[in-house]
């Protein structure tokens, strides 16, 4: 009976395996953006087209600046709409050095009011920024092309495209796997949990970080000080109070996040002076 049992767990696995293989082959293996002077080269395995993502992003930005809209909270501040979007302005040229695509999408730029010290940018470049970064935070310009820059950075990468794929494929897998090894809800949780403290959480970690390094690259091009996204991490720091645990974060940890961008911010120094002689 041992030996059955053992036979019959080897099957399986080897079962699982195929699906998995089956699964990941419907991935493409992608490099979405050029490497810039920071030398973002990761490969990214994609499984839904940007087509899809960008459609959906186009739907949901919409949604939300009608939300806003009928709450009174979109644009209100004219002159921080100004401000933000005289920024945007100077960014955005700049994504032609990671891909040159980019300068040609449909970009949008909004201010929403609310007192989360938040910023984000949707695939295809539709951006939002929340008045509570401005305020709270006594943002300079070079600090808030810092957010913005990260921000166009995911979408630059294709993050979100990155992030859906990986999640159709994990949950297809986990779904089958559950099922042929009889494992039942409380072991498809735990496969759940062990995928995303071994796979999940440190990819998220690594968009974030490939966000950064993007990020300065970005400012120092249009003529921002990359320094400033080091003030602008002590500045979140002091808000921000207690951080989860490093390794159960989706982002790196305030003391790494720094270290990295000292070093990066450094490297695109050059960009920085060479731009500020042209300005």
């Known amino acids: ?17 195929i699906a998995a293989a089956l699964a990941l082959t419907a991935c493409e293996s992608v490099q979405t953006t050029q490497g810039g002077a920071v030398g973002i080269t990761r490969q990214q395995s994609m499984m839904l087209s940007s087509q899809e993502i960008d459609t959906a ?4 930005y919409a949604q939300v600046l009608d939300e806003q809209r009928k709450k009174g ?7 921080q709409l100004r401000r933000v979007r005289a920024i945007a302005d100077r960014l955005i040229p700049q994504t032609a050095a990671f891909r ?10 909004n201010v929403i009011t609310s007192p989360e010290a938040n910023a984000w940018c949707m695939p295809g470049g539709k951006i939002a920024v929340y008045t509570g970064l401005i305020e709270k935070l006594k943002i300079t310009d070079d600090e808030l092309a810092a957010v913005m820059g990260h921000e166009i950075a995911h979408a630059l990468r294709e993050h979100a495209r990155e992030r859906a794929s990986e999640q159709a494929v994990t949950g297809s897998l986990i779904s089958i796997g559950s099922s042929i090894l009889g494992v039942g809800e ?11 403290g071994l796979v999940g959480l440190p990819n998220s970690r690594t968009h974030e970080t490939e966000a950064d390094r993007i990020g300065v690259e970005l400012a120092a091009r249009a ?23 490093k390794f159960m974060s989706t982002h790196p940890s305030r003391e ?17 002076e060479q731009s500020k002689k042209t300005r």
């Open 256 to 272: 790494d996040r720094i270290s990295d961008l000292t070093v990066y911010s450094q490297r695109v120094m050059p960009l920085y």
């Open 223 to 245: 003529g921002y000080d990359p320094r400033a996204a080091i003030s602008l991490w002590q500045k979140m720091a002091q808000i921000g109070g207690n951080e989860p645990m």
């Open 1 to 17: 009976m041992a030996y059955r049992a053992q036979r019959s767990q080897q099957f399986l696995s080897r079962f699982f395996l």
């Open 73 to 79: 909270a979109l644009n209100q501040n004219a002159a």
């Open 57 to 60: 992003a186009v739907k949901e």
């Open 100 to 109: 040159p695509d980019a300068v040609k999408w449909k970009w949008e730029v």
């Open 186 to 196: 409380l072991g498809q949780q735990g496969a759940q949990y062990a995928y995303m």
